[in-house]
Nanobody, 114 residues
Framework: QVELVESGGGLVQPGESLRLSCEMS????????MAWYRQVSGEERELVARLSWSGRTSYPDSVKGRFTASRAQTTLYLQMNNLLPEDAGVYYC??????????WGRGTRVTVAT
């Protein structure tokens, strides 16, 4: 099992930037892929970034060019630039241990407003 703890959320104005962090602990050696998701109350959880242990990334069109996922040792990051009001929500990190077991953090809230 892998334990995940997110941090770095907060209130920003449109156009500003935030960097989220996710600290991984426990059986980190089993992790082959990581991801960031976001969720607005009443809506489904949405994938915003996927990152392999070797550093390959993928992003949906809604955030491509603005968000960047990365890893340093056992910390996962999500750099978010030029934030838009529709980027607001609770952000969760995720870790996959093959064949298909997912661990989740408790989330960190991002608010984008004037």
């Amino acid at each position: 099992q892998v334990e995940l703890v997110e941090s770095g959320g907060g209130l920003v104005q449109p156009g500003e930037s935030l960097r989220l962090s996710c600290e991984m602990s426990g059986n980190v050696l089993c992790v082959s892929s990581m991801a960031w998701y976001r969720q607005v109350s009443g809506e489904e959880r949405e994938l915003v970034a996927r990152l392999s242990w070797s550093g390959r990334t993928s992003y949906p069109d809604s955030v491509k060019g603005r968000f960047t996922a990365s890893r340093a040792q056992t910390t996962l990051y999500l750099q978010m630039n030029n934030l838009l009001p529709e980027d607001a929500g609770v952000y969760y990190c995720n870790a996959l241990c093959p064949p298909a077991y997912n661990s989740w953090g408790r989330g960190t809230r991002v608010t984008v407003a004037t």
